[in-house]
């Protein structure tokens, strides 16, 4: 299970022999165990458990719907008090990473996974959530950054923040999670229970790294090639028209409002980022977003 949303960790922390070792943006514990065949997830500390436990039932969930996520094994409580589970492991690399290494990708195959996924969640939308959750997240994420962050806060704080249905959803339907196999097939993982569920935020993951780049952080880097990252803004052009056509499929309501729903989803990585250079980037690709909705 290969996925660009996955860190290297700290040396402090060693991967079991057999075993490679990563960490989640949340700071859980991803270990793919080679000789058993099987990813552990691991809370990064007992308070996060529930957060933990809710993300292996609602994988659970989706699997025995027929959705291509991998199979949950067993749960269970780790010697320091922290859940964790066991799934299967899914051998392939993540689409962000075909995007990103310039490796051919069958977009109308992607696009047909997450219709098939929307096909479920949408038909059981219900009331529009209340603006005032939306709002206190932004709120939220301002208090921890600068002028910067404060400024692209005010201008998501600014925009209507009603009609957005709630749903069951991913959670976090980021390229990072959406695996190409080895069979070539798609498959989904790290799904999450998010602060509100609304498949309109999983739509708005997507377009964070379709049209806010999150997905290429790392080619904007001044020492990364700038031909790699046009061959990989060419590469996301096919998906993002298939993804806007299957919005508009959907629900009419919803291409109009991915802008800013891409720019929440960028501001919502704020607080995981772990430099100035991260922030300022998210920064720049918030505002370039939320001039589309002018």
């Known amino acids: 299970m290969k996925s660009a949303a996955l860190r290297k960790p700290d040396a402090a ?3 079991p022999p057999s075993a490679h070792l990563f960490h989640g943006h949340s700071g859980a514990r991803i270990v793919f165990h080679a000789d058993k065949g099987l990813v552990r997830k691991t809370a990064p500390m007992p308070a996060a458990n529930a957060r933990l436990k809710a993300q292996a039932e ?28 066991d799934m299967q492991y899914l051998p392939g690399r993540s689409v962000a990473d075909a995007v990103s290494q310039a490796a051919t990708l069958d977009a109308a195959m992607i696009a047909r996974s997450v219709e098939r996924m929307m096909g479920l969640f949408a038909p059981y939308a219900g009331a529009a959530l209340a603006a005032r959750p939306f709002h206190d997240k932004i709120q939220a994420v301002a208090k921890t950054g600068g002028e910067a962050v404060h400024q692209a806060a005010s201008r998501l704080a600014a925009l ?3 009609g957005i249905p709630d749903s069951p959803c991913h959670g976090d339907l980021t390229l990072e999670n959406m695996l190409i196999t080895t069979a070539k097939t798609v498959a989904f993982i790290d799904c999450d229970e998010p602060w509100v569920s609304s498949y309109w935020l999983d739509f708005g993951k997507l377009f964070q790294d379709i049209d806010g780049h999150w997905c290429l952080r790392r080619l904007y880097d001044p020492q990364s090639p700038q031909a790699q990252r046009v061959n990989a803004i060419q590469k996301l052009e096919p998906l993002g028209r298939a993804f806007h056509a299957l919005a508009e ?10 802008p800013q729903l891409a720019a929440l989803g960028l501001l919502r990585a704020i607080p995981y980022a772990r430099d100035e250079d991260a922030i300022a980037f998210i920064c720049r690709r918030i505002a370039q977003l939320l001039d589309k909705t002018r």
Not at 58 to 85: H, N, S, T, W, Y
């Open 13 to 15: 922390a060693p991967a």
């Open 58 to 85: 609602k994988q659970r969930r989706l699997f025995m719907l027929g959705l291509p996520f991998p199979r949950v094994l067993a749960e269970r409580i780790d010697q320091a008090g922290r859940a964790e589970f």
């Open 160 to 162: 209507d923040w009603s």
């Open 249 to 258: 499929r959907t629900d009419p309501a919803l291409p109009a409002r991915l």
